[in-house]
């Protein structure tokens, strides 16, 4: 099996405005992400960082160019299979945690298995074990009005990574947060994903946070750049 996991081939975007020009935001973009990497992409805000984020989760379409997962053109997938790869293959965690208001942080966590088709008694000792990783054993049964915002956060690190993805994305996963706790939550996403083996792309205005990465890229005028 190639040690090479993702794949961006000569990705382009546009976006049709109400402008007599579409706005180019990424152009003949090319990227290489090896199993259990772990790259950093900075940027200026508007730079397009989300939207190449985007489309290498599967979340959005390139106007151009192929992402390529373990060899194969994801979006040639159908609706159905481009969903079920997502959710067995990917985990995210964004800026704000978009955790479900409603459902305790047990739940919250056990979701993505429960689409997948697994049954709570077969999924739970997982969630628990995560949410333990996180250091949240002692609030299985909250809801997530009842959790700081560092703790939201550590919730959704645990749901992302509850099917065991190959690929975790983050985007500005720290943004809301003091700089103490940023410091914390960003320690443990990298200490889980090296403990599961997962390969990381962290998008990240932080140029301090993105130096203890191995490897980063600038995203300038649509195209990546790796900084020495």
Known sequence: MSEILLRADKVGKKFHRDVAEPVEVLKNLDLELARGEQIAIVGKSGAGKSTLLHILGTLEAPSEGQVLFEGKDVFRFSDNGLSTFRNRSLGFVFQF??????????????????????????????????LQKVGLEHRFDHKPGQLSGGEQ?????????????????????????????????????????????????SVTHDEALAQTFPKVYHLKSGQLHRKQ
Do not use: C, W
Not at 97 to 126: C, D, I, W
Not at 158 to 175: F, I, N, S, V
């Open 97 to 130: 945690h978009y955790l479900m208001l409603e459902f305790t942080a047990l739940e919250n966590v056990l979701m993505p298995a429960l689409l997948a088709g697994e049954s709570r008694a077969q999924a739970k000792p997982r969630a628990i074990e995560l």
């Open 153 to 201: 956060q550590r919730v959704a690190i645990a749901r992302a990574l509850m099917m065991r993805p190959k690929l975790l994305l983050t985007d500005e996963m720290t943004g809301n947060l003091d700089p103490d706790t940023e410091g914390r939550v960003f320690d443990l996403v990298k200490a889980l994903q090296l403990e599961y083996g997962i390969a990381l792309i």
